[in-house]
Nanobody, 124 residues
């Protein structure tokens, strides 16, 4: 069992930056691939970024490539999402997720555990 708690969301102006953190409980954090997803009002949840268990492989949605960076610190049981050059369309609730990453890291069904989410609001 893994429990995930996101933090770092907030209100920021367009062009600004935020860093989201996701702290995981349990001693097997380093076994999991980690992903970030987001859900805007009235829209389905969508993939943002993912990282494999070692941090050696990452994947990004086209909409965030070059602006967002996912990283992890297995010693701290934490995964991060650095978000730069934020746009109003990045406004959403951001969720982190953990899974064994046997398939595509961009697929929601690959993830077994989810956090409660943190709100990110980007004003224009």
């Amino acid at each position: 069992q893994v429990q995930l708690v996101e933090s770092g969301g907030g209100l920021v102006q367009a062009g600004g930056s935020l860093r989201l953190s996701c702290a995981a409980s349990g001693r097997t954090f380093s076994s999991y691939a980690m992903g970030w997803f987001r859900q805007a009002p009235g829209k389905e949840r969508e993939f943002v970024a993912a990282i494999n268990w070692s941090g050696g492989s990452t994947d990004y949605a086209d909409s965030v490539k070059g602006r967002f960076t996912i990283s992890r610190d297995n010693a701290k049981n934490t995964v991060y999402l650095q978000m730069n050059s934020l746009k109003p369309e990045d406004t959403a609730v951001y969720y982190c997720a953990a899974g064994y990453g046997a398939g595509s890291l961009s697929a929601e069904y690959e993830y077994d555990y989810w956090g409660q989410g943190t709100q990110v609001t980007v004003s224009s």
